[in-house]
């Protein structure tokens, strides 16, 4: 038969497909030796062992059973029974090694239910497999970045988290439960290196800002998205009020065309094709059809006022035009709903003007700030995860949200002797790893062990 299995080990003999799962025949081949005396060759004695039942990784789209006929032998030196399982079968549990590297890399991203399913083992050995690699990945540290940001994220009522980025990348560096300023002040060291952290960007929710105060000389930059979807929302909230007042009226169709416009009004994203800088926004005047409504073209203008405050190059020339804004925003018609911006603008003024003191210029002649955007945008990809871990508890959100992105043995690598991880690689690394002959999990070396 050919080499059904792909296991050195192990020689396949035959195989039973059924509609739920595939039993393969197979017989061990691998000669054991004594620890004792390995230069002495062993020797059978004369019977076999009763045959083992494993699980081995999905095949077809099906578990795979393996029933494994093994020899009995011992040592030609001392006459000790000789263990026999292989080295691709675990030495305790019934499953082979590759089948546990199979389940460690789809926990990264599946509910172990789903894993269980596909693998044919219980819930219970999975979710086990799943807290054994999740303690075994704590190991990595991260480097720590000159930028770090923080953002909150609720996943439920009661399942509030502190996601810690890199603000340059939005790379993942850590997650914990919690937003109160005592546990982060308590986690971060353990997390990051302080030391190298020079700016720190953030919401200015109360506890952000005091986590900032107790990180002493560190740049706290207010988080500009934050500021400009509060401008957003009060600008939505006076195309409401115009549109409701239009349907009161009797004018419907008119306020079906304001309310169509809404996003046009509050000034639309540029392309990422057609955009050169994370600063250019469509702000061209506000369209003929709101023309005639006093208070959406002083929104549409108050807007504008503050994405032209976001797009200055310096900090002197930035607080002219904030105070621009300001008077934009005291527009009767309006003030009522730009009353919030303005209180938050005030309240966190020298946060909000931090940021153009961290300003870079980058090569193709675009401005670059720091923002925690990159780590908003995978806010629905850590509510998933977190779904996916309900029921297996905060340690393997944790392993699912920093390690999710990552595959073991392409991206990150678990040396098979003294344990240690390798990683998260680079592209380029990843690439110059994939045309070296495969190797199974524990045959793996990192740069101390490999010879």
Not at 25 to 50: F, M, Q, T, V, Y
Not at 65 to 88: A, F, S, T
Not at 115 to 128: H, I, N, P, Y
Not at 400 to 420: N, S, V
Request: overall charge positive.
């Amino acid at each position: 038969m050919c080499d059904l299995l792909a296991l050195p080990s192990l020689k396949a003999v035959s195989f039973e497909a059924t509609q739920v799962d595939l039993c393969v025949d197979a017989e061990l081949i691998a000669i054991p030796s004594c620890e004792h005396h390995p230069a002495a060759r062993p020797r059978k004695n004369g019977r076999d062992r009763d045959p083992i039942k494993v699980q081995d990784t999905p095949m077809h789209g099906k578990p795979v059973q393996l029933v494994i006929r093994r020899h009995q032998w011992q040592c030609g030196e001392c006459r000790k029974r000789l263990p026999n399982r292989g080295p691709d079968i675990h030495p305790t549990k019934p499953m082979t090694r590759r089948l546990i590297r199979h389940v460690e890399n789809a926990l990264l991203r599946r509910t172990a239910s789903d894993v269980a399913m596909e693998t044919g083992l219980s819930t219970d050995q999975v979710g086990a497999i799943g807290a054994a690699l999740a303690s075994r990945l704590r190991a990595i540290h991260l480097p720590t970045p000159d930028i770090l940001a923080l953002d909150g994220i609720a996943c439920s009522r009661t399942h509030k988290f502190q996601v810690i980025t890199d603000g340059r990348t939005g790379q993942m560096l850590g997650i914990f439960r919690g937003l109160d300023a005592d546990t982060a002040v308590r986690v971060l060291p353990d997390l990051v290196d302080l030391s190298k952290v020079k700016v720190l960007v953030t919401d200015m929710a109360r506890e952000n800002v005091a986590i900032g105060k107790a990180m002493r000389g560190v740049l706290h930059v207010a988080d500009k998205w934050h500021v400009i979807e509060k401008c957003n929302t009060a600008v939505r909230g006076v195309v409401k009020d115009m549109a409701d007042e239009l349907s009161r009226s009797g004018k419907s169709q008119d306020a079906k065309k304001l309310a169509a416009l809404s996003g046009k009004i509050a000034g639309e994203r540029t392309p990422s094709e057609r955009r050169t800088s994370q600063f250019e926004f469509d702000l061209e005047h506000a369209p003929n059809a709101i023309s005639r409504y006093e208070s959406v073209v002083a929104a549409h203008k108050a807007r504008w006022h503050l994405m032209h405050f976001y797009s200055s190059g310096d900090r002197h020339l930035a607080a002219s035009r904030l105070d621009q804004f300001r008077e934009r925003a005291v527009h009767p018609s309006i003030q009522e709903r730009m009353d919030s911006v303005l209180r938050h603008i005030d309240s966190h003024e020298a946060y909000i003007l931090n940021f153009f003191d961290c300003l870079e210029k980058r090569p193709d002649g675009s401005v670059w700030g720091p923002t925690t955007s990159p780590a908003e945008r995978k806010n629905g990809d850590l509510k998933r995860l977190w779904r996916a871990s309900r029921g297996a508890g905060d340690e393997q959100f944790w392993m699912k949200a920093m390690f999710h992105p990552y595959h073991l043995d392409r991206h990150i690598i678990e040396c098979g002797l003294c344990g240690t991880f390798t990683g998260p690689l680079q592209p380029g690394e990843v690439l110059e790893r994939a045309s070296r002959p495969a190797r199974l999990p524990q045959d793996l070396r990192c740069d101390a062990c490999c010879p």
